[in-house]
């Protein structure tokens, strides 16, 4: 069973930076694409980003030049750099595993617990 722990978040001013860290209980970057989605409050889950295989990437053009994922293979674990961040970011960040072509949360296949980003104006 594929277990996501996502670490990081927390408060930041608008104009910041805060990382996300997301380790894998097993191996599953060369089978899936290793995601971030988030969710703010009333508002459904949104796609953020996604790596996988070869080291291709692809951002939700809200966040684009601002936000950079990166993985780790050898520590199953994948990174979330957030920088010149909006209070409009403010939501609950998701690590997920699933299908790296899709944009659609419904088709992720795991998730992690979720971690709080809150950012001030």
């Known amino acids: 069973q594929v277990q996501l722990v996502e670490s990081g978040g927390g408060l930041a001013q608008a104009g910041g930076s805060l990382r996300l860290s997301c380790a894998a209980s097993t191996s599953i970057f060369s089978r899936y694409g290793m995601g971030w989605f988030r969710q703010a409050p009333g508002k459904e889950r949104e796609f953020v980003t996604v790596?996988?295989?070869?080291?291709?990437?692809w951002y939700a053009d809200s966040v684009k030049g601002r936000f950079f994922i990166s993985r780790d293979d050898a520590k199953n674990t994948v990174y979330l750099q957030m920088n010149s961040l909006k209070p409009e970011d403010t939501a609950v960040y998701y690590c997920?595993?699933?299908?790296?072509?899709?944009?659609?949360?419904?088709?992720?296949?795991?998730w992690g617990q979720g971690t709080q980003v809150t950012v001030s104006s």
């Open positions: 790596t996988w295989s070869g080291g291709n990437t």
């Open positions: 997920a595993a699933g299908p790296y072509y899709s944009d659609y949360a419904p088709l992720w296949r795991a």
